[in-house]
């Protein structure tokens, strides 16, 4: 955004794995959404719509029964929920590396003005993904 003449890629922040082999990533790595950039920002640090909006692909009843944990950072907003032993959300069947239920963290990462960091982070239930011990198996 704004002129190229001023922009500092200075600025520009590294995203965490995000050239790990190991990750699943959806492509294309970014999306061109007609609209003002705030709807998009505004739509991010709400995760609490994916239960009724987004309940065939992304959500589930995991998403309404989880409260959200919210925190400010200096330069944006987190927002994530840990949801424990449930089934793989549809959209994500394709990514995860196991089979069986699951611990799920949604995590929405905005950095104003305008960049959003969307992970799923999924491990198989009960082996202490929340606690940090993220577990990776293959089928």
Request: glycine share 8%; net charge negative.
């Amino acid at each position: 955004m704004g002129l190229p003449a001023v922009a500092d890629p200075s600025g520009i922040f590294a995203v965490e794995k995000w050239d790990d082999p190991q990750i699943g990533r959806t492509d294309p790595d970014s999306m061109t959404v007609a609209c003002n950039y705030l709807y998009i920002t505004d739509n991010l640090l709400d995760p609490s719509h994916v239960a009724w909006v987004h309940p065939s692909s992304f959500g589930g009843p995991s998403c309404e029964q989880t409260p959200l944990v919210t925190n400010a950072l200096p330069e944006g907003m987190l927002v994530s929920r840990w949801m424990l032993n449930n089934e793989v959300a549809p959209f994500y069947a394709k990514f995860v590396r196991f089979h069986g239920r699951t611990d799920r963290q949604q995590h929405y990462e905005v950095r104003f003005p305008c960049h959003a960091i969307i992970r799923a982070v999924f491990a198989p239930a009960g082996t202490g993904a929340p606690e940090g011990r993220i577990i990776r198996t293959r089928s």
